[in-house]
């Protein structure tokens, strides 16, 4: 098979606006013939996927799947544009397949993901173009996020829209139902983080430049700012993340006080979250 180059391969993606794994699989089954390359994904349907590139994809369905020992899980969004594919029983059956080979092979990322076997047709990236040209709607994997920890309990809205998975830093059966609750509350309550320390700090900086704008539009003295934006940071961080947050099956409890009433070194060590 040709090996093709990084300039041409960014050359038929610019021309195409085509995945870069779908450029460089056309171009190495065209002999490096970038015109021969064009033809190849019009034939597989990816040359109308690019011409579809301005359409938002803003539909879909959101699948998380576990392992057999509750160590693994994937969460991904398969996308299309309107409700009426999303809720078709095919394009839900397709997000479920996509979702088992990930959970099988459990890549990293989304362009590894793209990049797996789907079936003797081809990969998972040719097998989302094809149903673009297919339903004549734009269909993408949005998202595709991988977990692992000491035990993974995930949930599945009803109206596939929206996914969780949640690791616990102990195993156990008697800690299932307190990770379901998790979930939930995570689906519910869309915490930025597990707890302040995992906070990004673009989040930080943009809080406390809010939180002093606010306060200097309120009349506040300058060298009162600094302290008045600190004070909503900490409120921010309440609110925003997860062991922080009041539990929703009980507001007397936060979720880290919830988790540690059930075994003192209970906690949350990471999550998933995606919804449409």
Request: glycine content about 6%; charged content about 30%; proline content about 2%.
């Amino acid at each position: 098979m040709t090996k093709v180059s990084a300039a041409d391969i960014a050359k038929l993606r610019e021309l195409t606006g085509a995945g870069m794994m779908d450029c460089k699989k056309a171009l190495e089954e065209s002999n490096g013939d970038t015109e021969a390359a064009q033809d190849w994904l019009r034939k597989k349907g990816i040359a109308k996927a690019a011409k579809r590139e301005d359409r938002e994809a803003k539909e879909g369905v959101v699948v998380a799947k576990i392992n057999a020992d509750s160590t693994k899980a994937i969460v991904l969004a398969l996308n299309c544009e309107t409700d009426f594919v999303a809720r078709n029983d095919n394009f839900i059956a397709l997000t479920n397949k996509i979702a088992d080979v990930a959970l099988a092979n459990f890549p990293q990322t989304l362009e590894a993901l793209l990049a797996l076997p789907f079936d003797a047709s081809g990969t998972i990236g040719d097998k989302v173009a094809e149903q673009t040209g297919i339903i004549g709607e734009k269909v993408e994997i949005s998202r595709y996020e991988p977990i692992t920890g000491a035990q993974i309990l995930t949930y599945n809205h009803s109206n596939n829209k929206r996914s969780v998975a949640v690791a616990l830093s102990k195993a156990g059966s008697n800690f299932e139902q307190a990770g379901r609750d998790v979930a939930m509350q995570i689906a519910a309550m869309n915490p930025v983080s597990v707890s302040r320390d995992d906070v990004d700090p673009k989040i930080i900086e943009k809080e406390i430049e809010i939180g002093k704008e606010l306060a200097r539009n309120e009349g506040k003295a300058e060298e009162m700012l600094e302290k008045i934006a600190q004070g909503r940071l900490n409120k921010f961080f309440q609110e925003s993340t997860l062991l922080s947050q009041k539990f929703v099956k009980n507001n007397d409890q936060t979720v880290d006080q919830y988790l540690r009433s059930l075994d003192k070194d209970l906690t949350v060590t990471a999550f998933k979250h995606i919804s449409l």
